[in-house]
Every structure is written in structure tokens, then in C-alpha cells.
């Protein structure tokens, strides 16, 4: 599956260049990238992961997922692909062996029924919340910027999810959503 929606990612790319501010520190070596803090939208902007995305999915993958030490799983559900772990990841004072990535970002799939006490804990308000879904979103940065010379507007998104899904039962997904969308 590829790791874009609408053209996102690849504009993203091509924008690394251009002075699009980013909400926090820039990464320009996908192998540094810290999992966690990646996975918590504490420290990296749109652009690295965007860089890291297309490291991890395109023709360096072996080597992504070796040095990670992620092994791909299985996916019940067509809109994200699922990693096992060699090794803990400790997120949101949690810890876990399995992550997934959607089109504009990492999750933690967490052994949690129920996802009132993290979002809760993270400050995140629900935009769904029945019995058998819940998703919230929390913004951490937002930012629409004119391109010089340009029509074009960029609406840099950054904001903390949690959620859960019927592919993932008994879980609770949550992590980090990174977008530039054009205007």
C-alpha cells in the first residue's frame, strides 16, 4: 500500500527544499529518526517524516526495517500497514511491540480495550466516541503559509490521534499525523 493520500506524501517531498516552517526539528537522516518521538509528534515536523516514510516503503526498506528492527505483518485493515517489533517501544508511558503506519503518520497498537484513559491523559477530544468507535484528534501545530509568487497556500497539520478500529479489537491506536495539504 503506498504511504500517500492524494499526492500528500510526494508534494511533502518535493517541498523539503522550499521554506515551508516546520513545527519542530527538522530530520534530514531518516536512520535517526526516534521511533517514540516520532510515533508521540514529539520533535519531528512534516517533511522527516515524510523522508522516513518513503525510507521505510521505498527501494532501502530491507535496510529500514533492519536497522529498526520491524518485521511487516499481515493487515486487516486495507488503510494501514503493520510492524512487529524485535524490541519495546515505550509511548505515552506505554509499551509496545506493534506499530502501524496510515498515509500521514505512525500508530501505536496498544493492549488497551478501552481508549477514554489515554485520550484523556493526552488531552484528546473525541470526534467519535460510540461503542464500537472512537476517534480523536488533538492539534499540536497548525500553520498555512503563501508560497512566494504563488496562488498556492500550504496548510501544515500536525495532531496527536487516538482511536480504535474493528480490524485491531481490544486495541487502541495512537500516534501522529503529519500533513501539508495544497489550497
Given amino acids: 500500500m503506498p504511504f500517500h493520500r492524494g499526492g500528500t506524501l510526494l508534494l511533502a517531498a518535493f517541498l523539503l527544499s ?42 532501502e526498506s530491507a535496510t529500514a526495517m533492519k536497522q529498526f528492527g520491524i518485521t511487516e505483518l499481515p493487515s486487516r485493515n486495507p488503510l494501514l500497514r503493520e510492524f512487529q517489533l524485535a524490541a519495546p517501544v515505550n ?14 503518520g505512525p500508530l501505536a497498537v496498544l493492549d488497551e480495550p478501552d481508549p ?38 500550504l496548510d501544515t497539520r500536525i495532531s496527536l490521534n487516538v482511536s480504535t478500529d474493528n480490524s485491531h479489537p481490544g486495541k487502541t491506536l495512537a500516534g501522529c499525523s503529519y500533513s501539508i495539504e495544497v489550497e
Fill in 116 to 153: 477514554h484513559p489515554l485520550a484523556k491523559t493526552l488531552g484528546v477530544a473525541a470526534t467519535v466516541d460510540q461503542p464500537d468507535k472512537f476517534l480523536g484528534a488533538k492539534e499540536i501545530f497548525a500553520k498555512k503559509e503563501q508560497m512566494e509568487n504563488s496562488d498556492t497556500v
Fill in 91 to 104: 509511548v505515552f508511558g506505554r509499551q509496545t511491540t506493534r506499530i502501524a503506519f496510515a498515509s500521514s
Fill in 18 to 59: 522550499t521554506a515551508v516552517a516546520h513545527a519542530a526539528t527538522e530530520e534530514q537522516d531518516p536512520s535517526k529518526i526516534d521511533l517514540a518521538k516520532l510515533i508521540e509528534c514529539t520533535t519531528y515536523d512534516v517533511p522527516s517524516y515524510n523522508t522516513f516514510g518513503m525510507w521505510l516503503t521505498g527501494p
